[in-house]
């Protein structure tokens, strides 16, 4: 499994979409301190990581982590290499665990950029507010964010494997987000799991219904979105 | 002789379609198995099904002895193979394209990599990018990576598709030199005849998804090539005399009193007046001009192949 780890490190280099997507999770850090910058400069540090967290989660992050998704999966069936993998032979579940694997670290290192920048910036264009607990409190805001949207990833990941396209998984991200902006100010919202991620990871879930509530329809969304991937992957045939 | 690899009634159908009825083929150890058919004749899906990644509706595998799905992972590291165009990684170069197979595979030999580009002729084509190889050299690569792990049995699929003159006779080169001097068991589909003809020592015709002949290609060649064809009184008697008078070897008395004779083609009619001197009586004399074309396009029943 180690090997099959690095390999998929390996297949990253030179790679373009690393760099695309460091762009991309710089992008809510970069517009959201900017703009409060240039209009509410008076507003707290801790708002500008509130802020951040909550574009990065509910808007950014499901397309930006969905192209990841899609990349690392999809690039097998486009560049033909899937069947030399597997007759090498690996195991079509060590296959998906060691991708999984590389995109959930790939999904932490973009929200650690984006916490980076957003305290960077910050402290740059000095806002009030910072402070050690602060600094703790919101990288494990930021982080909680991250897990929840890995573990969602799941039903992306079997989106991917089923259509073997990208405009499909881009075309669910983007009816994901979607529901989560028009969920914004929804009692409901807990209810909608990439919603209740955001509300999770900032502490603002409504108090419509109870936090198990929420927890259920992530896990549940995310177990069914990965037994459908596996038992998807282990007997379709490779063509 | 050990059998590689033995397919039984091995069949895929999808929907109503049967890509693959009722394959049954037997490919043994250190041959040359041509595995020949027209465009989407079952070829490449067979190839899938005996690599593992396509699942038969019904049907056995047995390579090396064993059962394909009981032992899946076991057999296929000892099987080397390129599926169509074999895929690559185009961000890496090709030194980095095998060290992933290298590394998942466990190949610890420390110039492994640097062998198996040498074998195929791209040891100083290993800094760059695969995205910038042509299709021959993809598919040279493609060898390299099957040969990595030192298998027992290569499966080509199509492995001349899409090359130049000078690549296919190349990559024919490459494939003999394969089987005659690692003694590795190699089965190459092809659609094109020449070319199973030139490389293969067995065939095995599919068409419409079913076997239609399988069949040594030394055999073939004696079975297809021109001959006189004797109707005699007594074939005993006519082959002693084509011995003595002619010094006639190549024959073949096929049934009673039918002689096949490869060589001396155009002296029918001398052979014909020593037989009536020698009081055999000659019932008929044919000419055949069989051609391995003939045959294919016969047993297929279409024009070309492919």
Do not use: C
Request: proline share 3%.
């Amino acid at each position: 499994m180690v090997n099959l780890f690095l390999t998929e490190v390996l297949k990253l280099k030179r790679s373009s979409m690393f760099l695309i997507s460091i762009l991309g999770a710089a992008v809510a850090p970069f517009v959201v301190v900017i703009a409060t910058y240039l209009n509410e400069p008076s507003i707290l540090f801790k708002e500008l990581f509130y802020n951040v967290n909550l574009y990065t989660v509910l808007i950014i992050g499901v397309p930006l982590y969905g192209v990841v998704t899609t990349y690392l999966f999809n690039r097998e069936y486009m560049e033909n290499t899937l069947k030399n993998i597997l007759t090498i032979p690996v195991s079509r579940i060590g296959f998906i665990v060691s991708k999984m694997l590389l995109l959930f670290i790939w999904i932490m290192m973009l929200t650690l950029i984006a916490w980076t920048l957003t305290l960077v910036l910050g402290m740059l264009t000095q806002f009030d507010g910072l402070s050690i607990s602060l600094v703790m409190e919101s990288l494990s805001q930021f982080s909680i964010g991250g897990m929840f949207l890995f573990i969602l990833s799941t039903p992306i990941i079997l989106v991917t494997l089923v259509m073997k396209n990208y405009v499909p998984t881009i075309i669910f991200t983007v009816v994901i987000t979607l529901i989560n902006v028009m969920g914004g100010n929804s009692e409901h919202r807990a209810l909608f799991p990439w919603a209740a991620a955001g509300d999770i990871a900032n502490n603002t879930l409504p108090l419509t219904y109870p936090p198990e509530y929420s927890y259920i329809a992530i896990t549940a969304t995310a177990l069914a979105g990965f037994i459908a991937m596996i038992v998807y992957f282990n007997k379709t045939d490779i063509h | 002789m050990n059998t590689v690899i033995k397919t039984t009634n091995l069949s895929k159908i999808y929907g109503e379609q049967k890509s693959v009825d009722q394959l049954s083929i037997t490919v043994n150890q250190g041959e040359i198995y041509g595995f020949l058919g027209r465009n989407g004749a079952g070829k490449t899906t067979t190839i899938r099904m005996l690599l593992g990644l396509i699942r038969p509706t019904y049907g056995q595998i047995e390579i090396f002895g064993e059962n394909l799905f009981k032992n899946q992972k076991r057999i296929l590291r000892r099987i080397g193979s390129i599926v169509e165009v074999p895929g690559f990684y185009e961000n890496l170069t090709a030194k980095e394209n095998l060290l992933i197979n290298a590394k998942i595979i466990g190949v610890h030999k420390k110039n492994a990599i640097d062998e198996a580009l040498e074998i195929v002729g791209l040891q100083n084509e290993n800094k760059k990018l695969v995205g910038k190889y042509s299709l021959g050299m993809k598919q040279r690569l493609g060898i390299a990576r099957a040969l990595l792990h030192y298998p027992e049995l290569l499966i080509l699929d199509e492995p001349t598709n899409g090359l130049d003159p000078i690549g296919i006779k190349e990559m024919r080169r490459l494939i003999k030199s394969l089987a005659a001097e690692r003694n590795i068991t190699i089965l190459i589909s092809s659609h094109i005849l020449s070319e199973i003809e030139q490389l293969a020592d067995h065939m095995g015709i599919i068409h419409e998804g079913k076997l239609l002949e399988e069949i040594g290609i030394d055999h073939l060649r004696k079975r297809n090539r021109k001959y006189l064809e004797f109707q005699v009184s007594n074939d005993n008697k006519a082959t002693m005399l084509l011995e003595e008078h002619f010094n006639i070897f190549d024959y073949e008395v096929y049934d009673e009193g039918m002689v096949r004779v490869y060589s001396h083609l155009g002296e029918q009619g001398t052979i014909n007046r020593m037989f009536v001197q020698n009081d055999i009586n000659v019932l008929k004399i044919k000419m055949s001009e069989d051609r391995l074309e003939d045959y294919f396009e016969r047993l297929v029943g279409g024009g070309t192949i492919g």
